[in-house]
């Protein structure tokens, strides 16, 4: 496992953007493929995005397709996630996780390392 720490999240506009970071230390990120999932109030987790451990691989939710940008940078041990164009339903709490593969995961069952979580909030 690894520890990971989330940052960026806040209150935005519809049509805003917003960047999420994820930082570990200590350990070697290129060696964990790493996903961005959201939760709303009264429901379930939800799968973002993902990215495999060299970043060349990458997979979108369909409703994050065009709008949202996972990426990463192994030399700063941080993964990211550009949210353009907001709305009010991208409101949720977003995590991001790691697993110990390289080959990236869809269901966060697949996840075991996960960040505190960050609050996105956009407003109408």
């Known amino acids: 496992q690894v520890q990971l720490v989330e940052s960026g999240g806040g209150l935005v506009q519809a049509g805003g953007s917003l960047r999420l970071s994820c930082t570990t230390s200590?350990?070697?990120?290129?060696?964990?493929?790493m996903g961005w999932f959201r939760q709303a109030p009264g429901k379930e987790r939800e799968f973002v995005a993902a990215?495999?451990?060299?970043?060349?691989?990458?997979y979108y939710a369909d409703s994050m397709k065009g709008r949202f940008t996972i990426s990463r940078d192994n030399a700063k041990n941080t993964g990211y996630l550009q949210m353009n164009n907001l709305k009010p339903e991208d409101t949720a709490v977003y995590y991001c996780?790691?697993?110990?593969?390289?080959?990236?995961?869809?269901?966060?069952?697949?996840?075991?390392?996960w960040g505190q979580g960050t609050q996105v909030t956009v407003s109408s």
């Open positions: 200590g350990r070697t990120l290129s060696s964990y493929a």
């Open positions: 990215i495999s451990g060299s970043g060349t691989n990458t």
């Open positions: 996780a790691a697993r110990g593969s390289r080959f990236y995961a869809l269901s966060p069952g697949n996840y075991d390392s």
